[in-house]
């Protein structure tokens, strides 16, 4: 009896050079809808000021996802590092030439001002990071909740009362940093959301990141094979402050004020509920719950009386349905999608049992 051997074709993989191509096309396409809408003046200016701010809160959400999402602690002081970058930023652009250069609409000139605050920023919130992470992080669960809340209202404190004791000027205080040069655009926070991304994914993907995801599983064990546990939980938690504190320096230059009052607890609650929501460990996850928890509550003002009843039983029914968050541990990949398309287009389509001893029959 004849037995038709079913032939295996490997499956279709996309070279890496061709998924970066692929990558960047998506990413340019997605700017130019936006930015032609926006010149266009299809979305407004009101509207493009909430997208701004989506992007700000995307940059925060992905940020706060490396240390709890990847690394599984629970700090609840990210809003102290973007208070951290919002001054720091603040400060810096303040002293610069870059005001008089914005103003005259000079942003080519201004730009390199606008790039030496957001690394400002970023170092200050990162030298923030490691003071607090390296004696923080040798506690778990609620004590670390516990002690980084503490630090992040530390530092509002800090802010607000900083000046008495210096005795001169820096931030201003209760009173607020006022007349930061607003040069936060779309395309600006666009890059910087595009680039933090891209920085988080390559971290995860390498060896440092794979040490990071096993700390996540299991300290022991991570510890047991030779993995510094201390140093990578370091190396995360000052990461994700860095990030926050490119967020904060964004933040600054869009509304062109700051307060300390802004960056209380609730702050920090308001972006942990973005990552929760999303999905921990999803980055694509934290982007689209950031967005959405950023839109909502403009959609719902026509319902002023209201918008938080609804806002708060849209998050009451969410973790009811989806506990795990909108994508729970999933990751948005196009060129993975595309294989699994051309796969199962290119796939041979196995033939019924007895087909070949009909056909010698029929003959």
């Given amino acids: 009896m004849d037995h038709q051997s079913e032939k295996k074709t490997a499956p279709i993989r996309i070279p890496t050079p061709m998924r970066y191509c692929m990558n960047l096309t998506l990413i340019g396409g997605l700017w130019l809808l936006f930015f032609g809408l926006i010149r266009a003046g299809s979305i407004t200016n009101y509207w493009s000021g909430i997208i701004i701010m989506a992007g700000i809160n995307m940059i925060l959400a992905v940020s706060l996802n490396v240390a709890t999402g990847y690394l599984g602690q629970l700090p609840l002081g990210h809003a102290g590092f973007m208070a951290v970058g919002a001054y720091a ?12 250069l914005i103003a005259a609409d000079k942003m080519a000139a201004a730009l390199p001002y606008v790039l030496a605050a957001l690394l400002f920023s970023a170092l200050t919130a990162g030298v923030f990071g490691l003071v607090i992470g390296i004696p923080a992080l040798r506690l778990k669960g609620d004590y670390l909740a516990i002690i980084t809340l503490g630090f992040g209202e530390i530092i509002r404190v800090v802010l607000t009362n900083i000046d008495s004791v210096l005795g001169f000027k820096l931030t201003y205080g209760a009173a607020g940093l006022k007349r930061i040069p607003k040069f936060s655009d779309f395309t600006l926070v666009f890059v910087c959301v595009i680039l933090c991304c891209g920085l988080i994914h390559m971290l995860m993907k390498s060896r440092h990141g794979r040490a990071i995801l096993s700390i996540r599983e299991s300290e022991i064990a991570a510890e047991s094979v030779g993995i510094r546990v201390t140093y990578y939980k370091t190396l995360a938690f000052v990461f994700s402050a860095m990030l926050a504190g ?52 403009e959609l719902l003002r026509s319902v002023a009386d209201y918008r938080m009843v609804a806002y708060s039983l849209i998050l009451v029914l969410m973790m009811i349905f989806r506990p795990r968050g909108l994508l729970g541990g999933y990751d948005f990949s196009m060129s993975r999608v595309l294989e699994q398309g051309l796969n199962a287009l290119l796939r041979p389509v196995p033939q019924q049992k007895g087909a070949g001893t009909n056909e010698r029959s029929a003959k």
Avoid: D, N
Avoid at 89 to 100: K, L, N, Q, V, Y
């Fill in 246 to 297: 490119v967020a904060g320096c964004l933040y600054a230059g869009y509304l062109g004020s700051l307060y300390p009052s802004t960056f209380k607890f609730m702050k920090s609650i308001e972006i942990l509920g973005m990552v929760v929501l999303g999905g921990m460990g999803s980055m694509t996850g934290s982007i689209l719950s950031a967005g959405v928890l950023t839109v909502l509550p």
């Fill in 89 to 100: 930023g603040g400060i810096w652009m303040r002293s610069t030439p870059a005001a008089g």
